[in-house]
């Protein structure tokens, strides 16, 4: 069964989770979500349902009514469809953000106390180095903006380091669906910001060039 690792949780007598407009009174979380195997996250609302819209024909499961539903309709920040076992997640843009929603989505796991080995996707766009544009990338290792493989995370005044590990025999089976467009297994970067953790060249104050970008990442 799928749980969370903090023992506060079972302490709370109504978890809310505010961001995708679900909880623990106003809704039947096991009902809805106990059958769940897959999560796939990323960053647009509009991509997101477009991913859940394709699953339900590669997964013979269109809607009586045809309607997929927005079951984080009560907010405005995420949406969040389902189709069979597979949720479909938007995160917005940079590590903060899809931290807000990734807390939530793993304690909507827990609350509906999913059986099976749940396993998570990222899949989203993103810029590339020594690679043709509309390449698919499965990340070997996934590395700050420090080109460090680790997550800095501010806690109580500390700075707790964790380090950024992904299932090396899952990304094989991804490897093995490529069928009839390039794929390549190497390392992805991430950020907090879009502009500045990227060392994008067009900032408010620009200060990167692509000479400093190259000495950096060579």
């Known amino acids: 069964m799928f749980k969370v690792k903090n023992p506060h949780i079972a302490e ?4 809310i989770l505010s961001h995708i407009g679900l909880g623990t009174k106003t809704h039947d979380l096991k009902a809805m979500f106990g059958d769940v195997k897959f999560v796939c996250m990323g960053g647009s609302t509009t991509r997101m349902e477009g991913f859940a819209k394709y699953l339900t024909t590669e997964l013979d499961m269109v809607p009586e009514d045809g309607q997929l539903r927005n079951l984080a309709q009560g907010t405005d920040r995420f949406v969040l469809y389902k189709v069979g076992p597979v949720l479909s997640v938007s995160h917005g843009v940079g590590i903060a953000s899809i931290s807000v929603v990734f807390n939530e989505i ?3 796991l827990h609350h509906a106390e999913c059986t099976a080995d749940v396993e ?3 899949i989203g766009t993103s810029g590339g180095i020594g690679v043709e544009a509309g390449t698919v990338v499965v990340t070997s290792k ?3 903006d420090q080109l460090q493989e680790a997550y800095h995370l501010h806690r109580v005044g500390k700075i707790e380091t964790f380090p950024t590990v992904l299932d090396e025999g899952l990304a094989k089976e991804l490897m093995e669906c490529a069928s009839d467009f390039p794929v390549v297994y190497a390392k992805t970067m991430a950020s907090e910001e879009f502009y500045e953790g990227r060392h994008k060249e067009e900032l408010m104050e620009h200060f990167v060039t692509t000479a400093m970008k190259k000495r950096w990442f060579f």
């Open 142 to 144: 996934p590395v700050n």
């Open 12 to 15: 709370i007598p109504e978890d």
């Open 120 to 122: 998570i996707f990222r």
């Open 106 to 108: 793993l304690k909507l």
